[in-house]
């Protein structure tokens, strides 16, 4: 073979300039995080929990035994284990179980929404103020700094008050509660990402701010949001069952564990079990939500 033939050879084998050697395929961000979450063994079980907890709230009427309003005195109180009452009654004689089973919808309905519109509204003001910067971000960090200097409980019972007790109220202040607190997160997640490399290209390149906004800064940010969105969902319900408690949130017949801790207060002399069934169900939740957040912002942030 002659030397011209092997340097043609050599050089079809080199990559052309306009034509660069494409890179190795990877796993993506969230394939990589789906495959470190999946090796929690906590983070899984408390998923599995949570799912429990999800299909409880979702198909709680057809899973229940019995009518969860309808009680009869003559069976008021009863213990745990008791014939036709597995988990005991309540102090209108109503099954504990059942009330249990379908207060979970309500429970958890007042624990996720106010989370879900907080975040919502909380990303979009952060992100507006950590991407505009200067006297914008001034003026609306100042302004949610007003209601961030409040301690979340007593904001939301002030607001409640204030507002009237009612499931949509305490929805609405417990959204106004968690809104400060996504916003600042949004904010520094958004400052941070501005000044990137990429956000600097693509404004040199003449890309519009929602553009930029849209492309570049929204996967990068929408995920540390999330993370710590979720570890607010265990704050919500506890807050949303103490407004229940107070008579400020959900309000009777209607089964909710928080309710059915201020109902059932004055039999923890006589049935502590049966009292005790409402506050365990919101404990096992809250850490449920609690581990499982753990675990996603620990697959998050691992890198390897």
Known sequence: MSPATLAMNHSSSLPLAGNPVAPLRSPGYWQGVLTRLRGDR??????????????????????????????????????IGSPGYPLGSDELGRDMLSRLIVGARLSLFMGLTPVLCAFVIGSLIGIVAGFAGGWVNTLIMRSVDVLYAFPSVLLAIALSGTLGAGIFNSLLSLTIVFVPQIARVAEAVTAQARGRD????????????????????LGNVLGPIFVYATSLIAVSLILASGLSFLGLGVKPPEPEWGLMLNTLRTAIYVQPGVAALPGAMIFITSIAFNLLSDGLRSAMENKA
């Open 42 to 79: 906590v983070a899984m079980g408390a998923g599995l929990v949570v799912l429990g907890l999800l299909a409880m709230a979702l198909f709680g009427p057809w899973l229940a035994p019995s009518d969860p309003i309808l009680g009869s005195v003559m069976k008021r109180l009863q213990a």
């Open 198 to 217: 990429y956000v600097e290209a693509a404004r040199a390149s003449g890309a519009s701010a929602f553009t930029i906004v849209r492309v570049h800064v």
